[in-house]
């Protein structure tokens, strides 16, 4: 079982709205990361926090705004969305923000922009 | 040449058969890979991590050929289970911290 938590599972807003995702992990990792994934696509990496502080952003639009409040815990507010950002957003952590560490990922949020 | 490469498949297999996948990588400087499996509309879950030459677990086979840069993932007495579409994830050239994904391998084992 993933020790990687997500909430929602589902999200349905609309272009206008404001709503968070929240993640949690509870392995003691220091690093986490953002991703978004489309169907039939792997996943691409929208944010990396590494020791609560943000280490990589891949350029993505600032509606989409990351927070990490505690080692443990990693955000993703979401404001003025559109259609296209449909998408499985994906958390994940490893033990640090290197590459050499394997990734484990939560359940993920299936979020459905109207 | 793209960061990692897998075959795509899909691969249609019966139950109890062999099947390999193969994925090309172009960071040579790369020292740890990784397979994930991912059902659908499910998260990966990491099926296999590759430091040295190679792994293996259980019915499932990791190689590693530095000098032609490719892993494989081999899956011996294939089950129903086993359906699912296979990652292949390496460290992203030029950076210490990310991974790039391969597009996936499908597979299919039919009854």
């Known amino acids: 079982d993933t020790e990687v938590t997500q909430t929602p599972k589902h999200l349905v807003m609309g272009m206008t709205n404001k709503k968070s995702l929240k993640c949690e992990q509870h392995?003691?990792?220091?690093?986490m990361y953002w991703y978004k994934q489309k169907a039939k696509k792997p996943p691409e990496l929208m944010f990396v926090?590494?020791?609560?502080?943000?280490?990589i952003n891949e350029s993505v639009p600032s509606r989409f705004s990351p927070e990490c409040p505690n080692s443990s815990l990693l955000n993703l507010h979401l404001h003025a969305l559109q259609p296209e950002d449909s998408a499985l957003y994906l958390c994940?952590?490893?033990?640090?923000?290197?590459?050499?560490?394997?990734?484990?990922f939560g359940p993920g949020t299936r979020l459905t922009v109207t | 040449r793209k960061e990692v490469e897998q075959d795509p498949g899909p691969f249609n297999v019966p139950e109890g058969a062999t099947v390999a996948f193969n994925c090309t990588y172009s960071?040579?400087?790369?020292?740890?890979f990784f397979w994930y499996r991912q059902d659908c509309r499910k998260e990966p879950k990491l099926l296999m991590s590759v430091y040295s030459s190679g792994n293996e677990d259980g019915r499932f086979t990791a190689q590693l050929n530095r000098a032609s840069q490719y892993i494989s993932l081999l899956i011996r007495d294939s089950k129903l289970s086993d359906s699912a579409t296979y990652l292949c994830v390496v460290p992203l050239s030029g950076s210490a911290r990310q991974l790039t994904f391969g597009s996936g391998t499908q597979l299919t084992v039919l009854p």
């Open positions: 392995m003691g990792h220091r690093a």
């Open positions: 960071n040579s400087a790369s020292q740890s």
């Open positions: 926090y590494s020791y609560e502080k943000l280490s």
């Open positions: 994940a952590s490893s033990r640090d923000g290197t590459s050499s560490y394997e990734q484990y």
